[in-house]
Nanobody, 123 residues
Framework: QVQLVESGGGLVQAGDSLRLSCAASLRTFNNYVMGWFRQAPGKEREFVAAISGSGRSRYADSVKGRFTISRDNAKNTVTLQMNSAKAEDTAVYYC?????????????????WGQGTQVTVSS
């Protein structure tokens, strides 16, 4: 059974940093594109960042330069380092896995999802 488990969410002030982690029980983890998405109340789930098995990454314009995605294929983990947090970063953050070959951004292209972790940035 595939499981993606996020951790590291919480309450921070604007300008602070936060680190989210995702542990994945995926066989051949390095064959999956791993992504982070977020969903704020009343809004659709949106792409945040993605990383390929070889380490190529892609970011949403709203987080580029502030967030960094990384992965450890030996530990089956993916991390989202959030710096210079803004109030508009407040959302539930989800880890997801895709078998697609490219750094896809559509939620429908990710077949496995975690339960989400709440991030709240106070201004």
């Amino acid at each position: 059974q595939v499981q993606l488990v996020e951790s590291g969410g919480g309450l921070v002030q604007a300008g602070d940093s936060l680190r989210l982690s995702c542990a994945a029980s995926l066989r051949t983890f390095n064959n999956y594109v791993m992504g982070w998405f977020r969903q704020a109340p009343g809004k659709e789930r949106e792409f945040v960042a993605a990383i390929s098995g070889s380490g190529r990454s892609r970011y949403a314009d709203s987080v580029k330069g502030r967030f960094t995605i990384s992965r450890d294929n030996a530990k089956n983990t993916v991390t989202l380092q959030m710096n210079s947090a803004k109030a508009e970063d407040t959302a539930v953050y989800y880890c997801a896995a895709s078998t697609n070959m490219g750094l896809v951004t559509g939620p429908g292209l990710y077949g496995y999802w975690g339960q989400g972790t709440q991030v709240t940035v106070s201004s």
